[in-house]
């Protein structure tokens, strides 16, 4: 068995990804793929990209576009397969599905943006063009969490700005990835899906025939993508984990702030890069942890398939695992669990929501992601106690604040060390169209996401058109 952590890559060369609320259910199982399988794919994308990146930018608009009205029609199926490969509810996995085609839109546009700027010469005379071309041949390696939108946010960009693609999904999300890919219906090489796990992956970053290597993912494999890229002179970015916070102060109010925090702790069973980790109140406590616990509690636990679910299964036996341990863990420390803690009676790997208190600000729960429905509760004694806890750990996604006082949440979010802050907003949910990614260890190179994908997937050629003479 080849293992990246306890990912489905069974036997010698095999990848499966199973159903996390019914483990025996075997979604698909594919060959994974070889150093052969990808140097076929490094060839067929070097012989297609002179062609692709010529042809004339409405050709790879009107494809996109053909690709979101196929998604498009077949929402809800693959809405079901979302639900089915990686336990996202229902009505999240809709959501994805629906986003996923408004990415493919957005960029179908894009392909049609201005290509560059015409700046003045210094002689007078020419023409000086900073000329935007596309990289090449693009390595996209890509988590389980988000199965269609993140592959889509990636290919998406890079095909509208006459890129060539090669996809490695997560194992764990392989039939997402395929059906997403088979919306697109391209030239052979345009875009290629390489099924595989962490040894397919480690084959591409510094692979003398990929320019870039985007990569989402935990910030353990996504700082060795981006050292191995790095090395090789590639263009690489790196979108990795976060340890979110949300502050919330004396002025919030508690059960209007603790519904969304609840939700953006606990739904998908906490299993979004953007999730809420660490509560940190300001002041007396006991109102809010009472309506955070209240809220948890009504959150509709169970079978991913019905529409009201909110916290389904977590994506692994061994996730399951991790969490368990962790909170085990916080226990041991002296922390207090206040809601959860254990695993419900469902058949898949399900645990449930969990919030934590009492944990010191180095514990692991407090320090470090724990990739499912747990939360540590933090106090502060004040506004300044608080960013300092907010901002305590190596991460840097996103964060949030909760007031009614627009001075004091000004100040706050201006002070947050994180690539995205929110205001009375919950720390998930980020818009498509708008610059997407983390500082500190979450984040590596150039943004997602909406026009700020042009810094990653194009490259500027300074052009001087000169009339002789
Ligand atoms: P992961 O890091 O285990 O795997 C991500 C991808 O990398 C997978 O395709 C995997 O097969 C591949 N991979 C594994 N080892 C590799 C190696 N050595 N070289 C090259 N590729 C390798 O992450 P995951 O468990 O799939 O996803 C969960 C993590 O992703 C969490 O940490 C979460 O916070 C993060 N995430 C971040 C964002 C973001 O935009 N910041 C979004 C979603 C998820």
């Known amino acids: 068995m080849s293992r990246s952590g306890d990912r489905e890559v069974r036997g010698a060369d095999r990848v499966r ?65 979302t639900v089915r490969e990686v336990g996202k509810p229902l009505t999240e996995a809709r959501a994805e599905v629906a986003r996923t085609v408004a990415i493919l839109r957005y960029y179908a546009q894009a392909a049609l943006d201005p290509e560059g700027q015409t700046l003045p010469a210094a002689d007078g005379r020419s023409w000086l063009l900073a000329r935007r071309r596309p990289r090449g041949v693009v390595a996209l390696i890509t988590p389980w969490n988000f199965p269609l939108a993140i592959p889509a946010w990636k290919l998406a960009p890079a095909l509208a700005w006459g890129n060539v693609a090669i996809l490695k999904p997560a194992p764990e999300a392989t039939a997402c990835a395929l059906r997403l890919a088979s919306c697109l219906e391209l030239p052979p090489g345009v875009l290629q899906v390489l099924p595989g796990g962490a040894g397919t992956g480690r084959m591409l970053p510094g692979h003398p025939g990929i320019d870039a290597v985007s990569f989402t993912g935990s910030v353990a494999v996504g700082r060795a993508v981006a050292g191995a890229a790095a090395a090789a002179g590639q263009a690489v970015q790196a979108e990795m984990g976060g340890q979110n916070p949300v502050i919330v102060l004396p002025d919030a109010d508690p059960e209007r702030a603790a519904e969304p925090i609840a939700q953006a702790a606990m739904a998908f069973a906490g299993q979004k890069c953007t999730a809420t980790r660490r509560v940190i109140v300001v002041g007396p406590a006991d109102r809010f942890r009472e309506a955070l616990v209240e809220a948890v509690r009504a959150l509709p636990v169970g079978d991913p398939r019905r529409e009201e679910t909110v916290v389904g299964p977590v994506i692994s036996e061994g996730s399951r695992g991790r969490v368990l341990e962790a909170v085990e863990q916080a226990r041991a420390e002296g922390g207090r669990v206040l809601t959860g803690g254990g695993i419900p009676p469902e058949a898949g790997w399900y645990v449930a929501p969990t919030l934590v208190e009492g944990v010191g600000e180095r514990a692991r729960l407090a320090a470090e992601e724990v990739f499912g429905p747990v939360c540590a509760v933090l106090p502060a004694r004040d506004v300044d106690h608080a960013v300092r806890l907010a901002n305590g750990t190596r991460y840097g996604l996103v964060a949030a604040v909760h007031t009614d006082d627009l001075a004091l949440a000004m100040e706050v979010a201006d002070r947050l060390e994180a690539g995205m802050v929110r205001v009375n907003a919950p720390t998930t949910g980020v818009d498509f169209h708008a610059p997407f990614g983390g500082v500190k260890a979450s984040g590596f190179g150039p943004r997602e996401q909406g026009r700020a994908a042009d810094e990653f997937y194009r490259v500027s050629t300074t052009i001087t058109l000169s009339p002789g003479g």
């Open 17 to 81: 990804s199973v159903s996390p609320h019914d483990p025996s259910d075997v979604v698909g199982e594919w060959p994974e793929s070889s150093g052969k399988d990808v140097e076929a794919a490094v060839t067929a994308a070097r012989r297609i990209l002179p062609a692709w990146r010529r042809a004339p930018a409405p050709e790879r608009a009107a494809l996109l576009e053909a690709a979101a009205r196929r998604l498009e029609g077949a929402a809800e199926e693959v809405a079901e397969l």
